[in-house]
């Protein structure tokens, strides 16, 4: 599980079947004290309508997220699990 914070929404013109209906964000990995990594953000679907700028938990298992899209072939691994009240 990462700590992250949005950084803004993903669109896509063409996606996976199995993002249909799913909101994506771009999810910045950060740490304890919101100091980003120097690393590119990432895709991950929320779960629970996280705001731009919030500060959320993301889970890197990709079993776990093709399950919630209900796919075994879907391309997405991450997914936002919770986020935080700062």
Not at 39 to 52: K, N, Q, R, S, T
Not at 58 to 73: L, M, Y
């Amino acid at each position: 599980m990462l700590l992250c914070r949005v950084v803004g929404n993903a669109v896509a013109t063409c996606a996976h079947p199995s993002l249909k209906g799913f909101t994506m964000l771009l999810c910045q990995k950060e740490d304890e004290q919101g100091v980003p990594a120097d690393e590119p953000p990432f895709v991950a679907i929320d779960l629970f309508g996280a705001g731009m700028h919030q500060r959320v938990f993301v889970s890197t298992d990709g079993i776990g997220a093709r399950g919630i899209v209900n796919d075994d072939h879907s391309p997405i691994r991450n997914y936002v699990q919770g986020a935080l009240d700062d």
